[in-house]
């Protein structure tokens, strides 16, 4: 099973601040990483697949990097309705994983 | 607009049995893996089960195999999750999800409670 490890647990900033959230996996998984927005009560939000496309309607201010084990996302400026937990997903193996979650929180 | 409704869920005895219905509006429902994600209390997200877009394969975690029942009925674009033997570990918000190739996880259902209480 691929693990993926998320840091910082926790990160708290003001708004305007630029958020950088990592997420690491056991082994190497090409291009089949995403990212997903979560807030309490609603479903989980895609913000980024194949690590660095934005999904249909993310703002620019969302943007992913990386390669084969370590990826990044980044919140240029943050903006209120950002905070909220980050998890990524892995898709390249059975089973699918994901990491444990950041929690973007308001400092 | 492409959706995801689900229905079931409810309250349920350890040992009990208990059945999730996930129909998609919007979309050709027939040409897309469909999975079942979930999120216990307090917990973060965990994948729990994937069916092939025909319905003739399915992986699920180990957490649950051998416990769980995912089919699929395209005429009535409507996913199913069937779970016995439930323990009180399988309390979770469950959210049915369309599984779209490079676009990964894309659509979600709203999600529906299972709790396993005596």
């Known amino acids: 099973e691929i693990v993926l490890t998320q840091s910082p647990a926790t990160l708290s900033l003001s708004p305007g601040e630029r958020a950088t959230l990592s997420c690491r996996a056991s082994?190497?998984?090409?291009?089949?990483l995403a990212w997903y927005q979560h807030k309490p009560g609603q479903a989980p939000r895609l913000i980024i697949y194949?690590?660095?496309n934005r999904a249909t309607g993310i703002p620019a201010r969302f943007s992913g990097s990386g390669s084969g084990t370590d990826f990044t996302l980044t919140i240029s400026d943050v903006e209120p309705e950002d905070f909220a937990v980050y998890y990524c997903l892995q898709r390249f193996e059975w089973p699918r994983t994901f990491g444990q979650g950041s929690k973007l929180e308001i400092k | 607009e492409e959706q995801l409704v689900q229905s079931g869920g409810g309250l349920v005895q350890p040992g009990g049995s208990l059945g999730l219905s996930c129909v998609g509006s919007?979309?050709?429902?027939?040409?897309?893996?469909m999975d079942w994600v979930r999120q216990a209390p307090g917990k973060g997200l965990e994948w729990v089960a994937c069916i092939s877009s025909g319905g003739g394969i399915v992986y699920s975690a180990d957490s649950v195999k051998g416990r769980i029942t995912v089919s699929r009925d395209n005429a009535k674009k409507t996913m199913y999750l069937e779970m016995n033997s439930l323990r009180a570990e399988d309390t979770a918000v469950y959210y049915c999800?369309?599984?779209?190739?490079?676009?990964?996880?894309?659509?979600w259902g709203q999600g529906t409670m299972v709790t396993v209480s005596s």
């Open positions: 194949e690590i660095s």
């Open positions: 999800v369309r599984d779209n190739w490079a676009y990964a996880f894309d659509i």
């Open positions: 919007g979309f050709t429902f027939s040409t897309y893996e």
């Open positions: 082994h190497s998984i090409s291009s089949n």
